[in-house]
């Protein structure tokens, strides 16, 4: 995660949450599950880890 420090002192996050999951090697896409990385989920397909889209 990148953070770029705000106003106040405090962090803040910079740009969207990924909306989906992708799979890099086969191009398998399934929505992000709230609370779960997509790193750490596989793809059904090809076993890759996906990433954030």
């Given at each position: 995660?990148?953070?770029?420090?705000?106003?106040g002192?405090?962090?803040?996050?910079?740009?969207?949450?990924?909306?989906?999951?992708?799979?890099?090697?086969?191009?398998?896409?399934?929505?992000?599950?709230?609370?779960?990385?997509?790193?750490?989920?596989?793809?059904?397909?090809?076993?890759s880890?996906?990433?954030g889209?």
């Open positions: 995660m990148q953070y770029e420090p705000s106003p002192g405090g962090r803040r996050r910079r740009g969207a949450p990924p909306t989906a999951c992708v799979c890099p090697s086969c191009g398998y896409e399934t929505e992000k599950v709230a609370g779960v990385p997509c790193r750490s989920m596989t793809c059904p397909k090809c076993g880890p996906l990433v889209k």
